[in-house]
């Protein structure tokens, strides 16, 4: 086992706790890269209701991602996570290529099957069969972002001769899904560079998500891949004491205790 790696800190910038105008948010991301964090995160969602019977909707996300590509120097900037079925495979890796050209490599994307149906029926996407039409689009997308050209026949999805030129990156853009769920795992933890939870499924503490830790590195295991090789992240509801917390854009999601205190409490 490698020697433990130090903790990274970054932070998802609002989506619909209340209602941001883009220069405001962009002011956020410069602001976390100025004090230090290292990376900034954008939720691919596109409505939601409000428990108060409100609809808000985030910017979307990848076209904000550009821009703050273009306005940052240094930060990781990702997807947390990007919903797969919003996405044509084939062009969501033209673009997520053309974000990380724009940030100088620094792009992380983040990569889901999705969950809110509300978004998926208004906009006019597909919600069956979530995970089948998510595992198609997967591998389309890891194997164009790693420099392949790529002709796949599938159910949901197809692909003749596709390449992403101008290239990708060496080496391929990092990949990270946003599951624990055992099937999502055995289609993602072979090829990607990390893993995500959210708060509400771990309780929020430091014990909940050692247990998903453990978790998943046996799955690492039993898939063939070397557990080290994975970065274990979390998202973590934080409230600051002069906050008031986040608001959830779905109530669907039990509510846990922020994790709460001074900057170096915390």
Sequence with gaps: MTSPRACRLGVQLPE???RVGWP??????TRAED????????????????PDGSVRGPWEAWTSLAALAAHTRRVQLGTLVASLGFHAPAMLAKQAATVDAISGGRLVI?????WNQREYDAFGFAFDRRVDRFEEAFHIVRRLLAGETVTAEGRYYSVDRCVIDPPPRAGGIPLMVGSVAPRMQAITLPHVAAWNIWFTLFGNTPEGFAAHVAQVRDACDRLGRDPDAVDATAAVLVQAPFGAGRTQGD??????????GTPDQV
């Design 16 to 18: 619909v706790e209340r």
């Design 24 to 29: 405001e948010l962009l002011a956020m991301a």
């Design 35 to 50: 004090i230090g964090l290292d990376s900034i995160w954008l939720g691919d969602h596109l409505l939601y209701d409000l």
């Design 110 to 114: 983040g990569v889901g099957a999705g």
């Design 251 to 260: 109530d669907g999601f039990g509510p846990v205790p922020p994790v709460m």
